[in-house]
């Protein structure tokens, strides 16, 4: 028997397949869902979290500048703030490196608020980011104002550093959504196999009762749902049939009594039938001769009435009654025989 037929003849193993294929579905659709909702709002945790840091590192750059300025005037000096000044300060407080956090390949930057570098036109821009396309590369640019000063930190990434979170985010649920397939369809065949298994005992007791053992032990059913009431009909069943078995039993034993009495009987009548009709054939052959002796010699009177002698009626009259008292006898003895038969 192949696996597709043991398949189509297995309740059980069609149940798992079509409540399996109802759970794999169902929780393909809902990690689809997950999947969709969850791109969506690590997109936005990343963008957050990346001008979140931008705007920090800005705010203690800019608090710097304003101690540095404040010093600088009250010991009178002149203070020019330039892009390198601002630029040194960014690599010694190690902030450079905060954006690499959340995007690993981030490289911070500083740019002027009228500048068009990388091709980005960020003239004026404020905090906020954008996608563009760099070298045949899609890129991502978070841009931060330095307080009001005509500086803007800039922090540039390859999508891939946004895109690959997705996809380690669809190899996570894809592994986490397997197992829980997995243990579900598992759990699910235990638990079907488990209720079903006496469905699969009643119906091999089923079949070898139809193939004629009525005494095949069924257990007494414990439990009230539709298997146990199966159980206790089957059980009921086979005592029927077993009844009826017996019963007819006794019938086929008397009904061959009474066939084997009834061919004693034929036989006897078809032997009675054989004698009689033998006596008949013998008596038939026995009273042919008298006959003839009878109706012989009353020919003889009719044709020689006339001219016969006294001596000739006395011999005609003596074969007349010799012929008549053997078909006499031998109508006493059928008669007789009759009457014994």
């Given at each position: ?9 297995s ?13 794999v579905?169902?929780?393909?659709i ?7 909702y969850?791109?969506e709002g ?7 979290t ?19 300025e ?54 004026g821009?404020e ?7 760099y070298?045949?590369?899609e890129m ?20 891939s550093?946004i ?12 592994c986490?959504?397997i ?10 065949y ?20 139809a ?18 009431r ?9 005592q ?5 078995m017996?019963e ?27 004698k ?29 009435h ?19 008292e ?9 008669i ?6």
């Amino acid at each position: 028997m192949t696996l597709l037929q043991k398949i189509r003849t297995s309740f059980s193993t069609q149940l798992s397949i079509w409540v399996s294929g109802l759970v794999v579905v169902t929780t393909v659709i809902v990690i689809a869902l997950l999947a969709t909702y969850s791109e969506e709002g690590i997109r936005n945790e990343t963008i957050d979290t990346t001008l979140q840091g931008l705007e920090n590192i800005a705010l203690r750059i800019d608090n710097t500048l304003k101690q540095e300025e404040i010093t600088a005037r009250l010991e009178k000096k002149r203070v020019r703030v330039s892009r390198e000044r601002v630029e040194r300060l960014l690599e010694e407080s190690g902030e450079a490196e905060l954006p690499k956090q959340s995007l690993s390949n981030a490289h911070i930057f500083v740019t002027l608020r009228d500048s068009s570098q990388l091709a980005a036109n960020i003239i004026g821009t404020e905090s906020g980011y954008c996608q563009l396309v760099y070298d045949n590369k899609e890129m991502f640019i978070f841009t931060q104002p330095v307080g009001n000063r005509p500086f803007c930190l800039a922090a540039m990434c390859p999508a891939s550093d946004i895109y690959d979170r997705y996809a380690f985010m669809y190899r996570i649920l894809a592994c986490w959504s397997i197992g829980v397939i997995l243990v579900l369809i598992y759990i699910l065949y235990i638990v079907i196999a488990r209720h079903l298994r006496s469905l699969h005992r009643l119906a091999d007791t089923a079949q070898r009762i139809a193939d004629g053992d009525l005494d095949t032990q069924i257990p007494e059913a414990h439990t009230k749902h539709e298997a146990g009431r199966l159980q206790s009909s089957l059980k009921k069943m086979q005592q029927s049939l077993r009844t009826y078995m017996d019963e007819m039993q006794q019938k086929q034993t008397t009904l061959s009594a009474h066939n084997a009495e009834l061919q004693a009987a034929y036989e006897q009548a078809q032997a009675y039938e054989k004698k009689k009709a033998k006596f008949l054939h013998d008596m038939t052959e026995r009273m042919a001769a008298p006959v003839e002796l009878v109706c012989r010699t009353t020919n003889s009177i009719c044709q020689t009435h006339t001219i016969m002698s006294d001596e000739d009626y006395a011999k005609h009259e003596a074969n007349i009654t010799k012929g008549t008292e053997e078909i006499t006898e031998l109508l006493d003895q059928l008669i007789k025989e009759a009457a014994d038969s």
